[in-house]
Nanobody
């Protein structure tokens, strides 16, 4: 059984920063898993925000490139999303997900709300 719990969301002014955390427990292999963040705003589909492989290779979507940064701490079994220079269009529910390398099963968290005021 795997559980992912996001935290760190909130209400911020445009231009501000937030750091989201995703703590994993259960059978996720910290040293051998891929993690990613995605978001969903009202009236929109899910958007992939950033990914990080077990080897630390990262990807960020064009919409957040240069502002958002994904990282991980295997000792803490935790995934992070540092969000800087936030814009109102970043307002969404943010979700983390993870997959053990070599497996087909994805795990996901319940989400944390990020609201950016203009």
């Amino acid at each position: 059984q795997v559980q992912l719990v996001e935290s760190g969301g909130g209400l911020v002014q445009a231009g501000g920063s937030l750091r989201l955390s995703c703590a994993a427990s259960g059978s996720i292999r910290s040293k051998d898993a891929m993690g990613w963040w995605y978001r969903q705003a009202p009236g929109k589909g899910r958007e992939l925000v950033a990914t990080i492989t077990s080897r630390g290779i990262t990807y960020t979507a064009d919409s957040v490139k240069g502002r958002f940064f994904i990282s991980r701490n295997n000792a803490k079994n935790t995934l992070y999303l540092q969000m800087n220079s936030l814009k109102p269009e970043d307002t969404a529910m943010y979700y983390c997900a993870a997959r053990n390398d070599g497996d087909d099963k994805d795990y996901w968290g319940q989400g944390t709300q990020v609201t950016v005021s203009s």
